[in-house]
C-alpha cells in the first residue's frame, strides 16, 4: 500500500498530513532548545553557588582548610562544580545533535516537499477553458451574421451591396468560429493527456515520494527522541562519580586529626600558671614600692590575675559577653598595654636614666624573630619563614647556574652575544645569593634559640652543599672568568648577575641533555585506571582508552586535571573524574 495508489484524490489531506509532521519536528526542536536553557541555567546556577561558598584567598575560611571537615566540604563544592559541568556538557550535545541536525534536516524537507505537477496541471486547465469560452463566443457571433446575412437577402429594400456585405461578414465570422473550435480542441486534448499523465504517472510518483519523505521524517525524529535520552545517560556516569566523590568527601571527615592539627596550629607551649605565694599583710609589708613600679620581669602574671576587677566573674568560654573572645592571650596583651602605656609615658617625664629594665616590663611588639609570639608559634613562624628563604636561594641559585652557561656559550660563540653584558646580572645574583644566606643564618640561629633545630638544620646543610657546588661564572675586566665563591661560602669581591633582566632560552639545545636528566628523576606517585575514553585533543593533554594503565606523576590541584605519564615516557594531563586514582604510600 502507498500514497500514490490509494490516496491518488487526496492531495489535500496529504498536504496536510506533510505539513503537519514538520510543523512537528520545528515543535521538538523548540522543545529541545528550551530544555538546553534550562540545563545551562541550571549549570550557572551551580557555579555561582559553589563561587559563593568557596573561601576567598588569603581569607580566615581559607586558612581553616586544613582541617578535613572543611576540606570535605571544598571537596563537595569541587564534585558540585564537576557535576555543573556535565550539565552543561548535556545542553552542547543536545543542541548539536538534535536542535542543529534537525533543523538543518527539516530545512531539506522543505526544499523536498515543493512540487510544481499540480501547478503544471492548473495551468493548462485555465488554457483550455479560455479556448473553449472564446470558442463560445465566436460560435455565437457567427450564428448572429449568418442570421443577419439571411435576413438581408430577404429583405426587398437591401441593396445588392449590403447582401453581399453582410454574406462576406458572415462567412469572416464562421472562419474565426472554426479557429476557435479547433483550438479548444487541441487544448482540450492536451489538457486531457496531461491530466492522465498526472494522475496516473505524476502524482502517484509525487505522493510516493512524499510517503517516503514523511516516513524519513518519523524516522529521523525518532532518532531525535533516542539521543535526548542517550545524551543524558552518557554522563551519568562521570554524575555517579561526582556523587561519589561527595560521599567520599563525607567519609574522608576525621574529628581526631582535626582535633589534633587545631592543637599544633595554636599551643602557645607557655606551662601553666603555678600557685600563688601567701602574702602575710600581718607583718607590715610595704607594697608602697610593689605599687609604684611598673612590675619586675619576672615570671608573668596569669590570665586571670590580669584580669583586674573582673576576675571575680565567671570565666565562660565563647560568651558574647567575655572579653576575650576566642583569643584569652590577645586579650591579656591588650590589658597589658592598657596598664603599662600610660605609666611608661609617666616615667619618660623623668628621664632615661631613672628607668632602668629591672623597673619596666618589656611589652610584647612585633618583632622579625617572632619574639613577640608563643613558643610554640614562634618555631613554626621561624620554620616557614627559613623555608621560603631556602626556595629563594634556591631560585638563585638555578639562575646563576644559567647565567654561568649563557656566559660560556658567549666565550665559546661570540657572534651569539657578548659575555661583558652579563656581568650586571652576574652580579645582582650574586648579592641576593650572600643576601638570602645572611637571612638564612640569622633565622637558623633564631630557631636554635626557640629550641628546634633539627630537621631545618639538617635541610639547610644539604641546601648550602647545593648551593657552594654549583659553578657559578663572573666577569672581570679582561673578560677572563673566576669562581665567586670560596670553599667556605664567603663571597668574594667580583660581579654577579642581574636578576631583574630576563634569562635568553636560545641555548636551550645545549642544556637538553641535563632537562632530561632532571625530568628523569620525577619519580610517580601513584597509577591510575581509565575509564572512558579522552581523545586529548587539546595542547597539553594526552589521549587515551578505556582500561588503559598510567602512572601518576602530579596529583589534581583542584583544576579538574592530573598529570600522567604512559610506558614510552609521554606525558600529559587527564581529566581526574575519567580515571579511578591508586596513589602509593
Known sequence: MDWGTDLWDQYDIIDKHTQSGLELVEKYVKFVKERTEIEQNYAKQLRNLTKKYNPKRGSKEEQECRFSNHQSFLDILNEMNDYAGQRELIAENMMMNICIELTKYLQELKMERKTKAQQSLESTYKQLDSSKKRFEREWREADK????????????????????????????????AEECKNDYAAQLQKYNKEQSQFYFSYMPLIFNKLQDMDERRVRK???????????????????????????????????????????????????????????????????????SSLGTLGTPKGPLELLGKNRSKPFWLFSKKSKFGRDPLSYCLKEINKTVKPRISSFRTLGRSRLTPERIIVMPTVTEDF?????????????????????????????????????????KNPQMGDPASLSTQINQTAQNMERLRGELNKYESWLTEAGRRGDTMLRRDTLREDTLSYRSHSFNDNGSTHEPYSPDGAH??????????????????????????EEELVAPIGQCTA??????????????????????????KGDGWTRVRRANGNEGYIPTSYVSISLSK
Open 145 to 176: 451574421a449568418a442570421q443577419y446575412a439571411e435576413k438581408t437577402d430577404q429583405d426587398i429594400n437591401a441593396t445588392k451591396a449590403d447582401v453581399e456585405k453582410a454574406k462576406q461578414q458572415a462567412n469572416m465570422r464562421t472562419h474565426i
Open 221 to 291: 525524529l525518532a532518532q531525535g527522541y533516542v539521543l535526548f535520552s542517550d545524551t543524558e545517560k552518557h554522563v551519568i556516569p562521570i554524575i555517579g562519580k561526582c556523587l561519589e566523590g561527595v560521599a567520599k568527601a563525607g567519609t574522608n571527615v576525621n574529628e581526631r586529626n582535626d582535633s589534633i592539627a587545631l592543637i599544633e596550629q595554636y599551643k602557645s607551649g607557655f606551662e601553666r600558671p603555678g600557685d600563688l605565694d601567701f602574702e602575710d599583710y600581718s607583718q607590715g609589708i610595704n607594697r608602697a614600692s610593689s605599687d
Open 371 to 411: 619574639g613577640h609570639l608563643p613558643p610554640e608559634q614562634r618555631r613554626k613562624r621561624l620554620q616557614q619563614k627559613l623555608d621560603d628563604i631556602g626556595k629563594e636561594l634556591q631560585k638563585e641559585v638555578d639562575q646563576s647556574e644559567a647565567l654561568g652557561k649563557m656566559k660560556d656559550v658567549y666565550e
Open 492 to 517: 668574594t669581591d667580583e660581579g654577579t648577575p642581574d636578576s631583574s633582566q630576563a634569562i635568553y632560552a636560545e641555548f636551550d639545545d645545549d642544556f637538553e641533555e641535563e632537562e632530561e636528566e
Open 531 to 556: 575509564m572512558y575514553n579522552f581523545p586529548g585533543a587539546s595542547e597539553g593533554t594526552i589521549a587515551m582508552q578505556e582500561g588503559e594503565v598510567l602512572s601518576v606523576v602530579e596529583e589534581d
